[in-house]
């Protein structure tokens, strides 16, 4: 390929020149020929005018018109002559010979003959003696012939040129290319791999050095691939003594890895079993202090009991928060989708926190903007989670000030809006080089052994998973020596219903006399005043207050009195409360130390101590108190009836969950007519119209997705009623489907009645597209029975639980053996049945056992899992059926009387 290049550019260059030389000389000796050829021709052509113009006027005036025409005639055979004629004059008619004269383009003088040019022709007019005139028309063709030669003989001279110059050249390209042949055909060959080649091409000049080269490049590379196999024979064998080494790591690598696998599985069973340790007393702390809750109690009873529950519900998140750090790490993390109000929640971290911060005399203050939506769905614990790992470390490294929580809407979207929440401390703040890992785990602020805090360093790791999570954002704004101020953003809805507002109407239009030296706990109380719609006036001690009493005409409404720790130990300010307390003016005192002020106070009329920090709750209820008014929590829950009668059909086979969701439904006022069969929920929906249709998806006979569509073609024209899922289906695929098969919404099993509630609000009577909160996946303990779990599935009847646990024992005897049978005989369809229905039956009883057991062979099942895996899952299953036969022997359930030993 290369040669062929090389010789057709030899031949071109060569080729070239000679052509260009052709074109030159054949063109210039080209147009001197026709310019010749038709000088010559005009020449002629003018001869033979005059000359026969000459003898028609040497004849005289007599001369005949047939001697006229024999002239024109003999005109005719002169060359080139196509006509002629002579014109008409006064007695002598015109003569023409020949064919008729061509029209005419244009003219042009010769002498004294006029030359007209036709398409084809020229035409000659000579003027006569008697007045009249000859006109010739000679033709063109002899001058194109004459020209045509010329061209056609340059040519053939210029071909002849050209391939005399090719003659040489083309041997000469051939002496040259060939040895360059022969040299790449070698090269090629060496490449391959062949060395063993000889290069003779018998070249001379520069190609014979070329080649010499080549030689000596065959014999450098075949010493050096002698070389390489040496090296090559010497590395298999050091990599094969490698791979022996490698073989020997990997042995004790792997019994490493067991030891490694063992060791963490007896971690997170000890971590499984102290868990469940310590929930089991704190449940019961939790659940005795919601009881008492419900007796009477003084509003500094309620205070404690308050600040013990929040205590108690914050240590229980805490516990959850360790396990969940495993689920972070492994994506498994589920977040809730439930009501909450953002300000209790900022205000029962503070509350919790209190006791810290008073430890520290500082400062803590909540500001929440006018326009930042208070009640929104989300995620309550997560929120409460991130927003206490904040504000503990913020009072752990804060020495002396204050620690406010700001809440801020940062962007709205409709239903939908983003909040921003800072939390901003007053301590030595943070170098830019300990921010970059400050939310990694197990890092510190401070890493020295001189550290005055502790912790594990998980809790800003978490917190960052968890807002990212959530949809949001978290960062740090920090100058070394100039405080801190964390901040994350959350991306919330809001709820469509936000719970009851308190009576406020007591609080309207009284005037507030606020002293607090903090600027920022003045200003959150103010906020709060003001959200009263209350007239305050602010002082930063008391004595600014005295003196503005004392200028007044009329006393005010109410004193609201903030201290320090400094401020509460100095005995003049003592003094001056008690003087304060005189005037009889209710007065609410805000300290760290409660208990200690109020003692060396005395008990007053009209005046109340209170813990720092001030909440919403503690202040509305202090000042209720203090001016002899009925208490009234503003954020007490209280259950609201629907807004209206909602008709609900429930369709499920199961009688135990069947009994609980109708239970659930009907204590929040709704009528409902229950179904535990496709057939019965049809002849239901021709009788009469619903409000809802909540629809078990697995029964036997005719299943939740043919009900669905069998309904839908029984509804009216222009109605469409919403139908919800009741399903434990824990696979992302099997929700896809239902909702693309006619479904509306969807609630996972266990459904609580909040779920409910939700979903009633969001179909029916709000008609929002909030959607449904999933409950969370239950944790799964040592004890094959679970008690508090099963009241929480009941929504606290006991009662109800029981009879739902009775139910479900009392189909053991039947499911293991059914079980057993269509895995022995290999029918996956009655086996899928079976286990789905004793999954959808434990979701509602407290067996996380049996409940997880299930859940795991079923999705096997879905999943298409081999026969080995299936095996050993419905080995365990029963033997979690069997174990929990044997608790039932070795107890009674719970309200009966009977043996209390717990076989689990």
């Excluded at 997705?705 to 139908?723: D, M, N, S, V, Y």
């Excluded at 029981?802 to 009392?810: F, T």
């Excluded at 080995?868 to 044997?886: N, R, Y």
């Amino acid at each position: 390929m290369t040669s062929t290049r090389l010789r057709t550019r030899l031949m071109i260059m060569t080729a070239l020149p000679a052509v260009l030389a052709a074109l030159v000389i054949g063109g210039y000796a080209t147009v001197s020929r026709i310019s010749d050829v038709r000088a010559m021709t005009a020449e002629r052509q003018q001869l033979i005018t005059d000359s026969y113009a000459a003898r028609i006027n040497s004849h005289d005036a007599s001369a005949s018109d047939a001697q006229l025409q024999a002239l024109l005639q003999a005109l005719l055979e002169e060359t080139d002559v196509r006509a002629a004629s002579i014109s008409e004059t006064a007695g002598h008619p015109g003569l023409h010979a020949g064919p008729r004269l061509r029209p005419v383009n244009g003219n042009s003088h010769l002498n004294d003959v006029r030359r007209l040019t036709t398409d084809t022709s020229w035409q000659l007019i000579r003027p006569l003696d008697n007045g009249r005139t000859l006109t010739v028309e000679f033709s063109r063709q002899s001058q194109y012939v004459a020209i045509l030669e010329t061209l056609i003989t340059l040519i053939l001279v210029m071909l002849g040129l050209i391939l005399a110059a090719m003659l040489p050249t083309t041997r000469f390209a051939g002496r040259l290319t060939q040895p360059i042949n022969d040299m790449i055909g070698a090269v090629n060959r060496i490449r391959d791999g062949n060395l063993d080649i000889r290069i003779e091409t018998r070249a001379s000049g520069e190609l014979a050095e070329l080649e010499a080269a080549l030689r000596q490049m065959v014999t450098s590379l075949d010493n050096a691939q002698a070389e390489l196999q040496e090296n090559v024979d010497q590395a298999t064998q050091d990599l094969r003594e490698t791979l022996e080494t490698i073989e020997i790591q990997n042995i004790e690598l792997d019994m490493a890895r067991k030891e490694a696998l063992k060791a963490s599985q007896i971690k997170s069973e000890f971590l499984a079993n102290m868990s469940h340790e310590i929930r089991t007393p704190l449940n019961a702390i939790i659940g005795f202090t919601r009881l008492l809750e419900k007796s009477p109690l003084n509003a500094r009873q309620q205070d404690y009991l308050n600040t013990i529950q929040n205590s108690g519900n914050s240590l229980l998140s805490i516990i959850n928060d360790v396990l969940d750090f495993s689920k972070i790490e492994a994506g498994k993390l589920s977040l809730e989708h439930i009501p909450f109000n953002l300000h209790d929640l900022i205000e029962e971290v503070q509350t919790l926190l209190a006791p810290l911060s008073q430890d520290r005399d500082l400062q803590q203050a909540a500001i929440i903007y006018s326009d930042v939506p208070v009640d929104l769905l989300g995620d309550p614990l997560r929120v409460r989670q991130v927003l206490t790992n904040l504000v503990s470390n913020a009072l752990k490294f804060t020495e002396r000030g204050s620690v406010v929580v700001r809440a801020m809407v940062e962007e709205e979207r409709g239903a939908e809006a983003i909040l921003k929440v800072t939390v901003t401390d007053t301590g030595s703040g943070l170098s830019n080089e300990a921010q970059k890992n400050l939310f990694s785990a197990f890092t510190q602020a401070d890493q020295s052994t001189r550290r005055e805090t502790g912790g594990t360093g998980l809790g800003l790791a978490i917190s960052k998973r968890l807002v990212e999570s959530m949809g949001g954002e978290i960062g740090i704004d920090s100058s070394q020596g100039e405080g801190a101020t964390f901040w994350f953003t959350l991306r919330v809805e809001r709820d469509p219903k936000p719970r009851p507002q308190p009576d406020i109407e007591g609080l309207i239009g009284r005037r507030v006399m606020l002293v607090e030296s903090d600027e920022y706990a003045r200003l959150g109380i103010y906020h709060m005043l003001s959200n009263w719609q209350m007239a305050v006036k602010e002082y930063t001690g008391l004595e600014p207050l005295i003196q503005a009493l004392a200028e007044q005409d009329s006393p005010p409404d109410y004193l609201v009195i903030g201290l320090s720790n400094r401020e509460a130990a100095d005995v003049a300010i003592r003094e001056k409360l008690s003087a304060l307390a005189e005037h009889h003016i209710p007065m609410l005192i805000l300290c760290n130390n409660a208990e200690s002020t109020c003692a060396a106070l005395g008990v007053q009329e009209h005046c109340l101590v209170q813990s720092k920090p001030a909440t919403r709750r503690r202040l509305f209820n202090g000042l209720l108190t203090v001016s002899g008014q009925t208490q009234s929590s503003p954020t007490a829950e209280q259950a609201v009836p629907l807004s209206r009668p909602v008709e609900v059909l429930l369709v499920d086979d199961h009688p135990g969950n069947l009994r609980l969701a109708q239970v659930f439904l009907e204590d929040i006022g709704a009528r409902v007519e229950a179904c535990d069969s496709g057939a019965g929920a049809l002849e239901a929906f021709k009788r009469r119209t619903f409000d809802l249709v909540f629809m078990d998806i697995q029964m036997p006979g005719m299943d939740g997705r043919e009900t669905t569509a069998r309904l839908r073609e029984l509804e009216p024209a222009g109605r469409h009623t919403p139908i919800i899922a009741l399903t434990a289906h824990a696979l992302e695929s099997e929700r896809r489907e239902l909702l693309s098969s006619g479904l509306d919404d969807y609630l996972s099993k266990p459904i609580t009645e909040n779920q409910l509630r939700h979903t009633l609000d969001k179909w029916v009577l709000q008609h929002t597209d909030t959607p449904a909160p999933e409950a969370p996946a239950p944790s799964v303990g040592d004890r094959v029975v679970d008690e508090a779990l099963a009241r929480q599935r009941a929504g606290g009847r006991q009662a109800l639980a029981d009879e739902m646990l009775r139910m479900l024992l009392a189909s053991l005897a039947d499911d293991r053996p059914a079980i057993s049978t269509a895995f022995d005989q290999g029918d996956q369809e009655q086996l899928l049945e079976r286990v789905h229905k004793l999954h959808g039956a434990t979701r509602y009883c407290g067996t996380p056992r049996l409940e997880q057991a299930a859940r795991a062979l079923e999705e096997a099942l879905k999943t298409g899992a081999d026969s080995p895996s299936q095996a050993a899952l419905v080995t365990a299953l029963c033997d979690e059926i069997c174990a929990l036969e044997q608790w039932q022997a070795g107890k009674a359930l719970p309200g009966d009387h009977g043996a209390q030993a717990d076989a689990s």
